[in-house]
């Protein structure tokens, strides 16, 4: 079965300090992997999109970055990060073509 | 993606079916209806999806009108534990909308003792 990971599951990080979230897939090949942002009783965001390796869409213009060095996993990064960034991450995977998304558990960011 | 609309809260008793309603008026031949729910600080989590004819699985039914503006989420049952925010979410191909999908704020069902 296919399982998906992230952490930290929560991170406290000062204003203008780098930021790297780490997300991993398990038991499937080639996902299609996407990274949303939700903030505090809202609805989800959509930040990235990868269909393969070295492949990322941008959905929202940000100072947030996305790699895909391996093909089960997708990276969010910052080198600055605003109080604005302050959220929470979440990770999803698909079946190359499918439509239903499957979620991580999630990741906690608080900018200070 | 189209948009949907829901109520922003609803009450259950427990036991007793939930039905939550959605409308996506705007949602074009190729999209699909999708139904995650998010219980407090974790990933929203998959519960059904359809296109044009009702489905049901071991989770909830799905009813989607003739016209599919609208669709109603059916939990039969319900517990204490499914108490989450419930998204109605409409999205395409990934050929179409990179599977892009718009969460709006979603439903929160409060399930009563």
């Known amino acids: 079965s296919q399982t998906i990971h992230q952490w930290p599951a929560t991170l406290v990080q000062p204003v203008g300090s780098p930021l790297s979230l780490e997300c991993t897939v398990e038991?499937?090949?080639?996902?299609?992997l996407y990274w949303y942002r939700q903030a505090a009783g809202r609805g989800l965001q959509l930040l990235f999109y990868?269909?393969?390796?070295?492949?990322i869409s941008s959905e929202v213009p940000q100072n947030l970055s996305a790699s895909r060095p391996q093909d089960r996993q997708f990276i969010l990064s910052s080198k600055k990060l605003l109080l604005s960034d302050s959220g929470f991450y979440l990770c999803?995977?698909?079946?190359?073509?499918?439509?239903?998304?499957?979620f991580g558990p999630g990741t906690r960011l608080l900018v200070l | 993606d189209a948009k949907t609309t829901q109520p922003t809260s609803m009450d259950c008793a427990e036991g007793r079916a939930a039905n939550l309603p959605c409308n996506h008026s705007?949602?074009?031949?190729?999209?699909?209806v999708y139904w995650y729910r998010q219980i407090h600080s974790q990933g929203p989590q998959y519960i059904i999806h359809?296109?044009?004819n009702n489905e049901t699985n071991e989770m909830a039914s799905l009813i989607i009108t003739e016209d599919r503006k609208s669709s109603t989420l059916i939990l039969p049952h319900a517990t204490l534990r499914d108490t989450a925010v419930y998204y109605c979410?409409?999205?395409?191909?990934?050929?179409?909308?990179?599977?892009?999908?718009?969460f709006g704020d979603g439903t929160t069902l409060t399930v009563k003792p």
């Open positions: 705007t949602i074009s031949g190729n999209e699909y």
């Open positions: 359809g296109l044009k």
């Open positions: 990868s269909v393969g390796i070295g492949q």
């Open positions: 979410i409409v999205r395409g191909t990934l050929n179409t909308n990179a599977g892009k999908s718009t």
């Open positions: 999803a995977w698909s079946l190359p073509g499918g439509e239903t998304q499957y």
């Open positions: 038991g499937t090949s080639n996902p299609n």
